[in-house]
């Protein structure tokens, strides 16, 4: 009998990799996204999870507008936390094992280095405190969940999604033909969609629980992000450096978030590979989502 597996968020770019994924290793998949269940409404989750009885459901449904969220912080507590105490409460129900993707914007970017999870959690605006209470929410209601903290997910699912992604901005500025401007002391480790659905399922199929973080590997800033894109891409616009200073926003993110993986393969897991392949592989990838069909 094949397992079973529900993928909340299925549309988005980690959504979309995950199902592949479990396809592939010959699993069953019920993924739906907000159009088709609102998991901040407990009785449909419930019902959902009762019907399908799954070995384990992945929580890949987020409201990840940063900036939205300071002037939004309901709408953003509401799916972030409260949507995960009902994808919790109904794994309880069905014994079924959750899988539910965090942030590394739960962290300051104080520290000057790559957190590992045992770093204390000292989230800087809305969009992070309802992360973190959505991992609180996770540990209260089961006693095994597994929590991956990522950072900066992209994936060539981001062609047909609302918001895109950081590859897909600076493809559209770069067509727009006037300098660009991108923070260079902002630090992360951007994880491409699709390594990190294999490495979320490898942590399943091993029996993992806790918090793992799972981020693209080396840090790298965002300025530095831009250049691999273009370089990769064979284009030449013109890039200019900026700061947080020059850069406001609505949200306070941190500074250097950049998530170590130590603990990831420590446990066996192969490295995530560099974002330069990485982005090579999404441009070979991007390219087969644009042709048409026949």
Known sequence: MRKRAVVFGNV????????????QRGYE?????RAQLDITERRLVEQHLAEVDPQVVFNAAAHNQVDV????????YLVNALAVRNVALGCRQVNAR????STDYVFDGRAGRPYTEEDHPHPLGAYAVSKLAGELYAQAYLESPLIIRTSGVFGPGGLHTARG????AMLRLAAEGRPIRVVQDHIASPAYAPALAARSVDLVERGVTGVVHVGGGA?????????????????????????EREYRTAAHRPKFSALSNAKMEALGLEPMPSLERCIRDYFGRR???QKPAG
């Open 12 to 23: 988005g770019q980690l959504g979309v990799e995950l199902t592949a994924e479990l396809e």
């Open 29 to 33: 998949v019920f993924g739906s996204d």
């Open 69 to 76: 969220a300071e002037e939004e912080p309901q709408a953003a």
């Open 98 to 101: 959750l899988v539910h993707y």
């Open 165 to 168: 992604n950081f590859v897909e």
């Open 219 to 243: 840090p790298v800033s965002w300025f530095r992000y831009a250049q691999i894109i273009f370089e990769v891409a064979g284009l030449k616009p013109e890039l200019r450096p900026t700061d």
């Open 287 to 289: 390219e087969r989502y």
